[in-house]
């Protein structure tokens, strides 16, 4: 089992970056295929991003491709989301997630997905 907890959220303006850091704990985090997904108010959770267990592989949604980038550090037990050139249809409140043994290429699918943080706010004004 592992247990998230996000941070590095807060209000930017359009254009602007920052990175949300996912810590992790528990013994098996090393081995753990890790995604990024958001929840916009009055809107369903959606798959932002994945990272398959050794960082060889990402997956991204359409919408962020190009401007945000997945990243692990297994030796910290963190993975990391970078994103650039903010829009404000980026707002939202951002949750990390562990997914189960042997979801590959079903990243974008919330029940592939075990354990998730509490999540963290990220507003972007215009």
């Known amino acids: 089992q592992v247990q998230l907890v996000e941070s590095g959220g807060k209000l930017v303006q359009a254009g602007e970056s920052l990175r949300l850091s996912c810590a992790a704990s528990g013994r098996f985090f090393s081995g753990t295929d890790m995604g990024w997904f958001r929840q916009a108010p009055g809107k369903e959770r959606e798959f932002v991003a994945a990272?398959?267990?050794?960082?060889?592989?990402?997956f991204y949604a359409d919408s962020v491709k190009g401007r945000f980038t997945i990243s692990r550090d297994n030796a910290k037990n963190a993975v990391y989301l970078q994103m650039n050139n903010l829009e404000p249809e980026d707002t939202a409140v951002y949750y990390c997630?562990?997914?189960?043994?042997?979801?590959?290429?079903?990243?974008?699918?919330?029940?592939?997905?075990?354990?998730w943080g509490q999540g963290t706010q990220v507003t972007v004004s215009s």
């Open positions: 990272i398959i267990w050794n960082g060889a592989s990402t």
């Open positions: 997630s562990a997914a189960r043994d042997g979801m590959y290429g079903r990243y974008t699918n919330l029940q592939s997905y075990y354990s």
